[in-house]
């Protein structure tokens, strides 16, 4: 089974990616961790996206792809991959399901984690952690119990992260809508799109993926 995880950022991709692949046995191929990686052993391909990161440009689909295609030639065992994070427009869906034809596969399906903007932006605007020991917190959903101090280590000092803010947020959230939505219909008029709650609790939103990737 290989599958497409779509949704903005903050929806909890990365989470829920984590948890199938130790379910299921999928690997999953963060396009982020790839190429960090592939820079770092210093590959060909790794040279080449080094170079063109340290310029601060954007490495070019096919590099990308390319990169796909070595990590799943390293894990041709596997049950299958999850992709998160790319691909994030539709010539880059055309270039993966030109990858995966080429190796006899497909996209099999897409799980779209659906939230709401407004929340999203609550969501992760409120967040903040210890900055002693790393706990999360929230402004609304998970204060400390004593107000300025950490539950787990008494520290007294928090931080957050600088692209918390709601500005960065919204920005990010319109090149989702603007890039990755087209991407949907793309893979509805293949038949493969689920959409989940994302904004259902964490129980609720695995149970629904699961059922989107065991039903017809
Ligand atoms: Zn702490």
């Known amino acids: ?13 990365g989470t829920q990616a984590k948890r199938l692949q130790d379910l299921r046995s999928l690997v999953q191929l963060s396009t982020g961790d790839m190429l960090r990686a592939a820079v770092a052993a210093g590959t060909e391909l790794g040279r080449k996206a080094g170079d063109i990161m340290e310029r601060g440009e954007l490495v070019p689909d096919a590099l990308v792809v390319g990169l796909i295609a070595e990590s799943m ?9 999850i992709l998160d994070g790319f691909p994030r427009t539709i010539g880059q869906a055309e270039a993966l399901d030109a990858l995966l034809r080429s190796r006899g596969e497909q996209v099999d399906r897409v799980v779209v984690i659906e939230v709401d903007d407004d929340a999203l932006v609550t969501r992760i605007t409120g967040r903040f952690t210890c900055a002693t020991c790393g706990e999360g917190y929230h402004e609304l959903f998970k204060k400390p119990k004593v107000e300025g101090v950490c539950d787990v280590c008494g520290g007294t000092k928090f931080a957050r992260r600088k692209d918390d803010t709601e500005d960065v947020v919204r920005e990010r959230l319109k090149a989702y809508h603007a890039q990755t939505e087209p991407l949907i219909g793309y893979y509805k008029a293949q038949g493969k799109v689920r959409a989940v709650d994302g ?14 990737l065991d039903g017809a």
């Not at 089974?1 to 991709?13: E, Q, R």
Request: overall charge negative.
């Open 199 to 212: 904004m259902a609790d964490i129980e609720t939103v695995q149970k629904e993926i699961d059922q989107a």
């Open 73 to 81: 030639d390293a894990e041709k065992d596997s049950a299958g991959f």
């Open 1 to 13: 089974m290989n599958l497409v995880l779509l949704g903005p950022p903050g929806a909890g991709k």
